[in-house]
Structures are given as structure tokens and as C-alpha cells.
């Protein structure tokens, strides 16, 4: 199970940190991604931590805003996003996959909701 949570509304230019809380699995042998979709747009893949070598992804949109950090021994996943834009609006999924960072990992929560607004 992945459950989210710490999203909310928040001003351009401001902070927000993400987490995803991990049960049922041992986190640290599943890669772990995070996902958005904002109103109308198709999903879109935002960060990934592999499990087996520990590199990271980031999609050009976020580079140099986001960062994505997991904690195993807390079985947490966190997305630190700085410097929030109104493009940045969407609800916010993590996932889980056993292999490498790809777009349809096996494991999904119910998302939150992260609103960048004045």
C-alpha cells in the first residue's frame, strides 16, 4: 500500500514537500516514481528513484525544482518541490515498481492534490 500525503495550496514561488508512506513491501528493493495529472492532461512522469543503483530521474519541466529522497528504514519517499508554478497544479501520485524507473509501475496510491495559486 502507498498512501500520499502533504499536498495543499500554496503561492507561486513557494514550498510544498510530498511524502509517500510504504506498507506491505520492503521499500528499498522497489523503485519508486512519482506521477501527476493535471485537470484535462494525460498523466505525466515527474520523478523516480531506483532502487538498485540509486539514481534518480527528473522530467525537464521540474529539473532543478523537485527533488525525490527515500528514507527505507522510515518505508517513506518524499518529493521536495521548491519554487512551485501554477503549471505544477495536479494531483500527485506515487508508485512502486520492483523493476527500473518506467511508466506504468505496479503499485499506485489515491494521490493528493497540490494547487499553486495567488
Known amino acids: 500500500q502507498l498512501v500520499e500525503s502533504g499536498g495543499g495550496l500554496v503561492q507561486p514561488g513557494g514550498s510544498l514537500r510530498l511524502s509517500c508512506a510504504v506498507s506491505g513491501f520492503t521499500l528499498e528493493y522497489y523503485t519508486i516514481s512519482w506521477f501527476r495529472q493535471a485537470p484535462g492532461k ?20 521540474v529539473k532543478g525544482r523537485f527533488t525525490i529522497s527515500r528514507d527505507n528504514a522510515k518505508r517513506t519517499v518524499y518529493l ?27 503499485y499506485w496510491g489515491q494521490g493528493t492534490q497540490v494547487t499553486v495559486s495567488s
Not at 494525460?42 to 519541466?61: H, I, K, L, M, P
Not at 518541490?81 to 509501475?105: F, H, Q, S, W
Open 42 to 61: 494525460g498523466r505525466e512522469g515527474v520523478a523516480c528513484a531506483n532502487s538498485f543503483d540509486s539514481s534518480t530521474y527528473y522530467a525537464d519541466s
Open 80 to 106: 521536495q518541490m521548491n519554487n512551485l508554478k501554477p503549471e505544477d497544479t495536479a494531483v500527485y501520485y506515487c508508485a512502486a515498481d520492483i523493476t527500473g524507473c518506467n511508466d506504468r509501475p505496479d
